[in-house]
């Protein structure tokens, strides 16, 4: 499966954006989905996951409450809506996919997933 990640870019501290990751090579709907980010000289974190039904989400605690994981099977398309930025959320951030048999499960740890889009920068000024 091939994913290809947008909706980065340059954002003040309290503000929002919503990446964006399309998915093509696949039946989207028998992938799990997950959001990774990585900041300069960091291992790279989870940040949140969505089964391949949508019906269960799972978040970093670092960004509980502010962040949004969703899904559009019809348009092989998921996204992740960030609010209340703070510079410490600036990263590469990256999409992620796994296949999964089973409609309800998620997946929280990188070495799950087995294929990567290529990444997108999101940079939060002070």
């Known amino acids: 499966v091939q994913l290809q990640a947008s909706g980065g870019g340059l954002v003040q501290a309290g503000g929002s954006l919503r990446l964006s990751c399309a998915v093509s090579g696949h039946t989207f709907s028998n992938y799990a989905m997950g959001w990774f980010r990585q900041a300069p000289g960091k291992e790279r974190e989870f940040v949140a996951t969505i089964s391949r039904g949508g019906g269960n989400t799972y978040y970093a605690e670092s960004v509980k409450g502010r962040f949004t994981i969703s899904r559009d099977n019809a348009k092989n398309t998921v996204l992740l809506q960030m609010n209340s930025l703070k510079p410490e959320d600036t990263a590469v951030y990256y999409c992620?996919?796994?296949?999964?048999?089973?409609?309800?499960?998620?997946?929280?740890?990188?070495?799950?997933?087995?294929?990567w889009g290529q990444g997108t920068q999101v940079t939060v000024s002070s």
């Open positions: 992620a996919a796994v296949r999964t048999f089973l409609t309800g499960r998620y997946f929280g740890s990188a070495d799950e997933y087995d294929d």
